[in-house]
Structures are given as C-alpha cells and as structure tokens.
C-alpha cells in the first residue's frame, strides 16, 4: 500500500512544489530520499531484531525459521528501482528543457554558441544518466 502511495506522489508534485523552479524540486526529491533512506535504515534494524527473535522462538519450539520469499524481495527492489530512475529521469528532463530555454535567452553569437560543443553535440545529456547511475 505504501509503495503504491509512493508511486503516486513521484508522479505528481505536492502542493508545496507546484510553484518551484526544477532546481528546487530537485533539492525537495534528493531530501525525501534521505528521509526515505533513514527509514530503510531504521527499518532493516527492527528486521534484524525480528529475525533473531524469530530464530530464538523457533529454537525455543524446535521449529525451522519461516524463510521470505528472496525472488518477491528481488522483483520488488527492481520495481523500485524502476520507479527511482522514472522519477530522476524526469526530473532530468525537465532541467535540459529549462537549459535549453535559458540558453536561447542567452546574448551569444552562433560561433560562441557553437564553442560550447558539448551542449551541440549531444553529450551534456548523457551527463544526466551517468549521473543517474552513480546514486
């Protein structure tokens, strides 16, 4: 139910965000991560300490642990994963179109435009996904 949730509000911008420049949204999305990161932490340890209680218990009652699904577990980590790089996608996206608009506001001549070769030639965009892979 929680992920579902997730999904929806990824796909949409909250209130707070409807009138921010991408940069700010960006900032909003980077700081949900972490809040989202610490709770992952938090509860990895409570499943830790399920875990060796359960273990306890099954030794307590002479019975084998109840093990999890690790197939369930995988496929859900990469739907999250899918849904993470959706979302920084186009997060990403957005900030090349406002580039794109900004730079054509710019007072430059076409021979100063075209010294910023990696903007013409197409390889400021893959910036954006090698950035993508490194988080």
């Given at each position: 139910m929680e992920l579902s949730l997730f999904a929806?509000?990824?796909e949409s911008p909250t209130a707070d965000e409807e009138g921010c420049t991408i940069l700010q949204m960006e900032k909003s999305c980077r700081t949900r991560v972490e809040v989202m990161k610490g709770h992952k932490n938090q509860r990895m340890e409570e499943l830790k300490g399920l875990a060796a209680k359960?273990?306890?218990l099954c030794d307590i009652m002479c019975t084998t642990p109840f093990s999890i699904d690790q197939n369930s577990l995988q496929a859900e980590v990469q739907r999250l994963e899918v849904l993470k790089m959706h979302s920084m996608k186009s997060v990403i996206?957005?900030?090349?179109?406002e580039i794109a608009v900004?730079?054509?506001k710019c007072?430059?001549?076409d021979e100063q435009q075209q010294a910023f070769n990696?903007?013409?030639d197409g390889k400021?965009?893959?910036f954006g996904y090698e950035a993508l892979?490194?988080?």
């Open positions: 929806i509000k990824q359960d273990c306890e996206e957005a900030i090349r179109v900004l730079w054509k007072f430059y001549s990696a903007y013409h400021w965009i893959w892979m490194l988080i």
